[in-house]
């Protein structure tokens, strides 16, 4: 797919879900958020651009100690509803994470909760955060260690029945290593630490109902209408099997959080 394709695909798929994106009482984006913003270590002096800030996840939590938020979404639904909610230090509107149209030198942090991974070159968004980023600036993003192997079984019994195919897996996300790399590589200097989460599943109707408000959104819209049932069918046995010895359904999820610091005091 090219860039431009790709970047419209993925943003399309968020526009369609941004009615219920987050709404529907699994904890996931909001603990990630929190744990990213903590990472971000703000100052009431702060100003700060949330790239691809959804439904304000991130932005809102930001918007608490820093001076100001900017949030920026290629999803125009996202933008208008989050924009509607937004606190009043913050303003939302449309902008590529890839590529921020500001001026040098206009943030003093730049955040990024579950983006970065879908950027077609995470090395030039870096590039462009260390131009628009202050003396000191920093960086803080995350992206998926590792997924819960057994909820990953659901979703592939499900694209058995479609032509889908996930996009594949831009390898400087996989190792500690490789993400260091993209920072030192850019103009930043950090660290990568991973951690878990949990989110809790009433029962697989609920993963389903989830699916259906987040990029998984576009696996399932890739299921033909009259084998729906089948495929719900085939994701829920495995989910099934996922219970724990008292029923419950846990998803668990590992994250690494990259924190990066301008490398260097610029001249120019
Ligand atoms: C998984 S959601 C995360 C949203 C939010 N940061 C949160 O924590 O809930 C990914 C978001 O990134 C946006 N996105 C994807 N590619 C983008 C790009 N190139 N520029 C701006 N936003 C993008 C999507 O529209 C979506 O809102």
């Known amino acids: 797919m090219e860039t431009m394709d790709a970047k419209s695909y993925i943003t399309g798929v968020f526009d369609r879900a941004a009615q219920t994106y987050d709404k529907v009482d699994v904890d996931f984006f909001l603990p990630m958020a929190k744990e990213l913003v903590r990472r971000a270590d703000l100052k009431p002096t702060d100003d700060v651009l949330d790239v691809g800030c959804g439904r304000g996840a991130a932005l809102v939590e930001a918007a608490k100690t820093a001076r100001t938020v900017v949030g920026t979404d290629l999803a125009p639904t996202m933008v208008e509803l989050t924009k ?31 983006v970065i991974f879908f950027l077609p070159d995470p090395a030039k968004a870096l590039r462009n955060y260390a131009r628009i980023l202050r003396p000191g600036g920093r960086v803080v993003f995350n992206s998926f260690a590792a997924e819960d192997e057994r909820f990953a079984k659901a979703v592939e019994a499900m694209a058995k029945f479609t032509g889908y195919e996930r996009p594949p897996r831009n390898p400087v996300f996989d190792t500690p290593e490789s993400l260091l790399e993209l920072l030192t590589g850019n103009g930043f200097e950090g660290r990568v630490e991973e951690l878990a989460f949990e989110s809790r599943l ?65 001249t120019t």
């Open 202 to 266: 009433k029962d697989p109707e609920q993963w389903l109902e989830w699916m259906w408000t987040h990029g998984g959104r576009a696996l399932l819209e890739a299921v033909p209408e009259e084998t729906m049932p089948e495929a719900c069918a085939a994701a829920f046995a495995e989910i099934e099997k996922a219970r724990g010895p008292r029923g419950d359904l846990v998803l668990t999820t590992r994250m690494r959080f990259t924190t990066g610091t301008l490398a260097t005091r610029r």
């Open 84 to 114: 509607k909610d937004a606190p009043a230090n913050a303003t939302v509107r449309i902008g590529d994470a890839e590529e921020p149209d500001f001026p040098d030198r206009s943030f003093d942090v730049v955040t990024a909760n579950l």
